[in-house]
DNA sequence: CTGAAAGCGCTTACAG
DNA sequence: CTGAAAGCGCTTACAG
């Protein structure tokens, strides 16, 4: 490879002339230039990008960390993410936790010797210790789908709102008896959901349907139809369910009519977040949708801000509203 | 952050020592290390990572090149690359086409100026030939899921025989009027694909049915949905259908259902992956099975071995064994 | 076993 | 407008 040395001799000039040309900062006489960019043409110059990032201390990559890329939810968000990032010039690390926090901060650890100008943490939960304090240290970074509260910048989307608006939807729609679907309580989102849901039902008069039980678990698909077997058992006058995934509106959904019943005749089920693949199940997904692609990029966008203004601004938020998608589920 | 220096200047030595000490190639004295050791500790130093790169020429960093992340293909495929890489040290660049070979081409161009250690291509086609002048280059690399022939590392699945059997299957079944959907030919996975689903069909005697108005399609469900209506139009008889993805088998069951016909009972549909999704789908989707997460890993191995030896050892290929899911969709 | 020095390929004050 | 020099933070022959 030809490095910057290759190039200033061939064009006749010292290696600080081909570096300004290059960068474009400072204003180089016509010919000089001529002669560099030939020269760069002639060599099929590429410029190192790490002794660039040595020397600037600063190497145009960004991370994104995900509990589990297999859900569709982060394949999303990564979409987003990895688009607005090549589109700013930057290029990025996949870093998949498995949902194990030790395996987080190792992340963070390479990450931070690779010198990566910031980092999407699309993993966070009220026991992110970790992530409080690598913002405090003032390192760039946002957090994407859930948040920790004010201290950080964050992108998320209005769950409290959509789980009231969700709730009230399948009243509307005849519902009288609904449960909720719940994901781990540590987990803003699934926290403000489930308040969401409480509070819509609460507001009709009603009682929460939730089993503690399920507090602790993954948003599966075989989550979700476990959880609708019991659900069915415990409470056979249940009508409508409001799950805080899609996954599980899908389990939930077979489960029904393993069961038997027939949904949206007998249970109605409405999902959240509008995956790729939910308008293709039979019967099509009615959801809350969340508009995870342009999250994803928003969160870039953040988070390239902030790299360039540094820590000295206020924390922001970016919170996206969400749709209600109707479709054959309710 | 602290630097090696000063680790050095801390523990009273030269930082070549720290070096030693850090990477232990060579013995350093008992007493010296611990002394370096506490050093390191209490400064809580952690090397730069660009300027080892730098200097060693191996930045342990490679890349994963995909078409498409939404496609759920990809994601498995990703999900394998990403812990392999980990596993093995280095970190992993993810970088979308969105099938656009001249974003292909500027990735490939940025990642080398970021001294990339090898590059995987889940992107190859028959028209991929700057891929082959990387190679060429002796640039490492590996293909994976597509191949472009003998003279690159390349790890697939037995894309024919795959299909032989999955048509074989079909005829089993009852089938005696089986089409293929199938995908642009000028990617091997399915060029192979077809040949396997024709050599089946035509040693029953029979006739390939394929609408090469399909050739240069994507496997979509939707695309699947289309296909399917426009099959049972023109060949009422219909009675099974071999997919080459499993998103084109989805879209091409909600055809048959839309028609008001039933899968399996009228039309029976072979998928080609098994997705993590669809045995959710009702019928569940009876599959040929790609080991893709294993696949995935494979490849990485692959790479980093190619890394380590250069590109003098002959040219490798791993090919993996599909199987057989039979779920309720045949 | 350890140190001093050179060098990886850049950028950027500092001169002129 | 351009050049010469220093330096980013490492590793690794070269001496001793």
């Avoid at 790490?50 to 960390?65: D, G, H, V, W």
């Avoid at 943490?121 to 992530?131: G, M, R």
């Avoid at 902030?306 to 998608?325: A, D, H, S, Y």
């Amino acid at each position: 490879m030809a490095t910057i040395r290759d190039v200033a001799e061939k064009a006749g000039v010292n290696i600080s002339t081909v570096s300004r040309v290059l960068n474009g900062k400072m204003h180089v006489e016509d010919q000089t230039r001529e002669r560099v960019m030939q020269a760069v043409e002639e060599l099929g110059y590429r410029p190192n990008l790490l002794a660039k990032a040595l020397k600037e201390r600063k190497s145009s990559t960004i991370a994104l960390i995900v509990p589990n890329i297999r859900n569709q939810v982060f394949t999303a968000l990564a979409s987003g993410v990895e688009d607005m990032a090549i589109k700013c010039g930057y290029n990025l690390f996949l870093c998949d936790t498995g949902n194990d926090i030790s395996i987080e901060r190792s992340y963070i650890e390479s990450l931070r010797e690779r010198f990566v100008d910031g980092i999407i943490f699309a993993t966070a939960t009220s026991e992110s210790e970790h992530l409080l304090k690598l913002n405090d240290d003032g390192f760039p970074m946002v957090l994407l789908l859930r948040h920790m509260g004010a201290n950080i910048d964050a992108v998320y989307c209005d769950n409290y709102k959509a789980s009231v608006d969700g709730t009230d939807y399948l009243f509307q729609k005849g519902c009288s008896r609904i449960a909720f679907l719940g994901g781990d309580r540590k987990i803003s989102a699934y926290n403000e959901r489930f308040n969401g849901y409480r509070d819509s039902v609460e507001s009709h008069g009603l009682k929460v349907i939730d089993k503690l039980t399920y507090t602790g678990h993954e948003t599966t698909f075989d989550a979700g139809y476990k959880a609708m077997t019991e659900y069915m058992k415990a409470y056979p006058d249940i009508d409508g369910l409001i799950a805080t995934s899609d996954n599980e509106a899908i389990g939930a959904i077979n489960a029904v009519k393993a069961a038997g019943k027939k949904v949206p005749d007998d249970i109605k089920v409405l999902g959240f977040a509008d995956l790729d693949i939910v308008k293709y199940f039979d019967p099509p997904l009615s959801v809350m949708r969340q508009p995870l692609y342009e999250m994803g990029s928003a969160a870039v966008e953040m988070l390239i801000e902030r790299i360039n203004n540094g820590p000295v601004k206020p924390v922001r938020t970016k919170v996206f509203k969400t749709e209600l998608i109707p479709r054959g589920s309710v």
